[in-house]
T-cell receptor, first 117, second 113 residues
Framework: KAGVTQTPRYLIKTRGQQVTLSCSPI?????VSWYQQTPGQGLQFLFE???????NKGNFPGRFSGRQFSNSRSEMNVSTLELGDSALYLC????????????????FGQGTRLTVV | AQSVSQHNHHVILSEAASLELGCNYS??????LFWYVQYPGQHLQLLLK??????LVKGIKGFEAEFIKSKFSFNLRKPSVQWSDTAEYFC???????????FGAGTRLAVHP
């Protein structure tokens, strides 16, 4: 079956602009999580969505937001981009959230590499 | 809050050498532990996972890890590495009731032929 699909794969934006990234989870998966990967900070959790509801949010400013649609696809948005937002943004999908079923495995997409200039 | 420490940031080995990458987590109690691998230019892939039961977990590509609760550790091992194992390895723990993975800083492994 198809894996986690993230679009676009690469983006170059200018400071102050906003950007929307998309994630299509594995078919049947209802939980989507987002992570930011940078050389300095490593992999950091952004937020998690399940059934169109944000269940948890990481320690990121309000410029970072997301949503999930009824078909489980998810988008994340970053407004007023800063140079420090340059990163690889990863989406992970799971069948169910860990707290509900427990012991779920996250499958990662290839990510969207965002460069802010 | 839960945290994960990986002791080695860069490891260089020759082919056929044995590998052990250290991982420690901070919270005692029930934990779900993972090792992920990221090959150059590829997405994160799950190597192995521990949820409960046998503390010696076998994963893909000949990797294994041992959960030692008393040491809060989940070290990754492979008896004989190959050049194709060159990648970055991440240890992670699932945070409580959320689908939130807390990752270690990662270990870059370079295997020379």
């Amino acid at each position: 079956k198809a894996g986690v699909t993230q679009t676009p794969r690469y983006l170059i934006k200018t400071r102050g602009q906003q950007v929307t990234l998309s994630c299509s989870p594995i078919s049947g998966h209802r939980s989507v999580s987002w992570y930011q990967q940078t050389p300095g900070q490593g992999l950091q959790f952004l937020f998690e969505y399940f059934s169109e509801t944000q269940r948890n949010k990481g320690n990121f400013p309000g410029r970072f937001s997301g949503r999930q649609f009824s078909n489980s696809r998810s988008e994340m948005n970053v407004s007023t981009l800063e140079l420090g937002d340059s990163a690889l943004y990863l989406c992970a999908s799971s069948l169910m959230p860990g707290g509900i079923v427990g012991n779920t495995e996250a499958f990662f997409g290839q990510g969207t590499r965002l460069t802010v200039v | 809050a839960q945290s994960v420490s990986q002791h080695n940031h860069h490891v260089i080995l020759s082919e056929a050498a044995s590998l052990e990458l250290g991982c420690n987590y901070s919270y005692g109690g029930t934990v779900n532990l993972f090792w992920y691998v990221q090959y150059p230019g590829q997405h994160l892939q799950l190597l192995l996972k521990y949820f409960s039961g046998d503390p010696l977990v076998k994963g893909i590509k000949g990797f294994e890890a041992e959960f030692i609760k008393s040491k809060f550790s989940f070290n990754l091992r492979k008896p004989s590495v190959q050049w194709s194992d060159t990648a970055e390895y991440f240890c992670a723990v699932l945070d409580g009731g959320y689908n939130k993975l807390i990752f270690g800083a990662g270990t870059r492994l370079a295997v020379h032929p």
